[in-house]
Nanobody
């Protein structure tokens, strides 16, 4: 059984910062890509940032130069440092993990429960 637990969301003022965390636990053999997606009502879930096991990162154009994704492989945790937050960043943020299960030896993807980020003016 693999679970992802997200934390760090909340209410922040325009221009402020938040750090999101996502910890994977359970029977895990290895983790490939980890990432963060976000979704607002009426719109498709979009990729915010991702990071491979080698540390290669990818960012949506809208968050480049403001957000930083990084991971701690020893803790199976991925982080999203969100700086200079804008009203447009308001959304529910979901953690995504592509991993190899230690119990089934199957490659699966998992999603976190979502954490809400609200940016106010």
């Amino acid at each position: 059984q693999v679970q992802l637990v997200e934390s760090g969301g909340g209410l922040v003022q325009d221009g402020g910062a938040l750090r999101l965390s996502c910890a994977a636990s359970g029977s895990i053999f290895s983790i490939n890509t980890m990432g963060w997606y976000r979704q607002v009502p009426g719109k498709q879930r979009e990729l915010v940032a991702s990071i491979t096991s080698e540390g290669r990162t990818n960012y949506a154009d809208s968050v480049k130069d403001r957000f930083i994704i990084f991971r701690n492989n020893a803790k199976n945790t991925v982080y999203l440092q969100m700086n200079s937050l804008k009203l447009e960043d308001t959304a529910v943020y979901y953690c995504y993990v592509d991993l190899m299960s230690g119990s089934t030896t199957r490659r699966d993807d998992y999603w976190g429960q979502g954490t809400r980020v609200t940016v106010s003016s």
